[in-house]
């Protein structure tokens, strides 16, 4: 992000610039990593029925629960930034490392079993918060659905989810070149998202945004972890369990939201400002939260 906004100050990248790393973030490298990250994983030793069960649901109402509060306060511009930014998590790169750090390489592979189940909700859920809260009110109930199952179905990110998903079922394995480009992709989105946001980092944007920023981030830095481990541990998950749960829950609102947000009409530099504070934010609560566990005994 630091790059970023200097490669900005320093007048060698613009707007223009910007806004087409973005178009391509949303269209090629975010959806080829939703693509490896399902299509690598082994989906039968990855169904674990009482992990999933719990988390889906749970994330789901999490969605629909910040979705209902933020339209009573949020602009339809601002909704869908809020409730993705309160939301989705980094799961992929922090809570990963952060599991494999406490618990050791054999915690790794069920960390990373996860990943589908988490992709697949954060994905679904954020393109139809996007659409429908972007969609004319006046239309009807019956073309406000058709609009959005076809909006679902065209966002790149879906897209990628559902091919990821066939083509680990069917066995597909792609050609060394296929798979050696697609990888590539996937290695450049964060990169090219961090250097996007920096590139648009303003302090004034920052401070216009606060408010919001600060309230998407007491959700999902405090709230929502709490409503997460609690009713985990009151219903039994210990050891690498609880700590996937847990991490799903604290990791901080992951660094696509930007992305994301920008292409599917929400505002870009509330996306930037939430993203921000959640990430300084995390600093202190994901520390906070693991050794209140550790302390207790529970992973």
Known sequence: MLLGWFAVRRGWIGDSFISGLNKLVFTYFFPATLFVSIYRADLAYAFDPALVGFYVPVGVAFYLLTWAVG?????????????QATNRSNYVVIAMAVITFLLGDEALVRTALMVPFVVTVNNIMTATVFLVSGME???????????????????????????GLLANLIGFRMPVVLDRSVYAMADMAAP???????????????????????????????????????????????????????????????????????????DGDEAASCLVLSNVVALFTIVLGLTILRVFGLF
């Open 71 to 83: 339209a009573r306060f949020l602009s339809r511009r601002q909704l869908g930034t809020f409730v």
């Open 137 to 163: 009110q006046q239309i009807s109930t019956a073309e406000r659905m058709k609009n959005v199952l076809l909006g679902i179905a065209k966002t790149p990110m879906v897209i990628a989810v559902a091919l």
């Open 192 to 266: 090219a998202v961090l250097l996007g946001i920096g590139g648009v980092l303003r302090v004034e944007k920052v401070r216009r945004h606060f408010k919001v920023a600060a309230a998407a981030t007491l959700v999902k830095n405090v709230l929502i972890p709490l409503c997460f481990i609690v009713p985990a541990v009151l219903l039994g998950f210990r050891g690498v369990d609880l700590a996937i749960l847990a991490m799903i829950a604290l990791s901080p609102t992951g660094a696509m939201t930007y992305a994301v947000a920008v292409e599917m009409g929400g």
